[in-house]
């Protein structure tokens, strides 16, 4: 008996997809610590992050957790579903860029932040990828810089 008599393409395409989905991440927050350390959280990252803080240091109050991620010292910004984000933050800002697509991420960071890149798509995306692996804060001059594909960090400074 032939097995591929068995075989469900549309079950087969539907589980290809599923598994697809469950390796990439939707990155929804970035969070500056202090001044010092930037992180990105998926929504359920963020939930268990929120809760665990309230639980820990805020009498199980988010609310005041999310005021503390608010405050003066520390910065929270919610991201757009975007399958190419550019997220950079020195000791007083957080800010972000977005894009749908490879060629579109690698123009806008170019034109609004590095202004210097030369080259083809891919070129150009391995240096933004570079320069974000060797960034890290530096007071309000040096930023640290975080490059999300298709819901993969694919590059993060220090």
Known sequence: MNSMNNFDLRKYLAEGRLLKEAESKVYKY???FDGEELSVFTQEEFDNYVSDMAEDDFDGDKGEVIKWM???RNILKELPNKPYLFIFANDEDLDFLSANNKEEFTEI???EFHGELEG???EMFSD???Y???SYIDGDSGKVQI???NGQIVAQGK
């Open 132 to 134: 974000a692996d060797e």
């Open 70 to 72: 608010n405050d003066d």
């Open 128 to 130: 933004i990828c570079r």
């Open 120 to 122: 083809d798509v891919d």
């Open 147 to 149: 490059v999300i594909e």
């Open 30 to 32: 970035a969070f500056l």
């Open 109 to 111: 960071v170019n034109d």
